[in-house]
C-alpha cells in the first residue's frame, strides 16, 4: 500500500491543523482511504470520496470480500461490484467496485 500511495495523487482531510485521513487516486484507480480510528463514522470517509467524485466521472477499487464495513459504505456511496479476483500477495479474495458519475 505504501508503494502505491507514493505513484498517488493523496488528498488529505485535516481539522485544527492535525490530518484525519486521506484519500489516493491514481487517475480514476483510489489506490486508498484512510481515516483514523477515532474519527471513522464522522463523515470523513465520504467527504474524501465526495471530494474525489468531484474531480472524476467513474471511480474503481478494490476491496477484501472480508471487509463488510468498507463494502456497504462503498455501496451507499453508489458503488457497484463488478467482479470477484484474488490478491495473490495477501492471498485475500477481494471485489473489483466501480461508481460511475450519472
Do not use: P
Not at 470480500?65 to 470477484?84: L, P
Not at 484474488?86 to 477481494?94: G, I, L, N, R, V
Request: proline share 0%.
Amino acid at each position: 500500500v505504501k508503494e502505491l500511495l507514493l505513484q498517488a495523487t493523496v488528498y488529505v482531510y485535516e481539522d485544527n491543523q492535525e490530518i484525519q485521513g486521506f484519500i489516493g487516486l491514481n487517475d480514476e484507480y483510489i489506490e486508498g482511504i484512510f481515516v483514523s480510528n477515532e474519527m471513522q463514522s464522522h463523515g470523513i470517509g465520504k467527504a474524501l470520496l465526495n471530494y474525489a467524485k468531484n474531480k472524476r466521472s467513474k471511480l474503481f477499487l478494490n476491496v477484501y470480500q472480508k471487509n463488510i464495513r468498507a463494502i456497504a459504505f462503498y455501496q451507499r456511496e453508489g458503488f457497484e461490484i463488478q467482479h470477484s479476483g484474488f490478491d495473490e500477495a495477501t492471498e485475500e479474495k477481494e471485489y473489483v467496485m466501480e461508481w460511475q458519475q450519472k
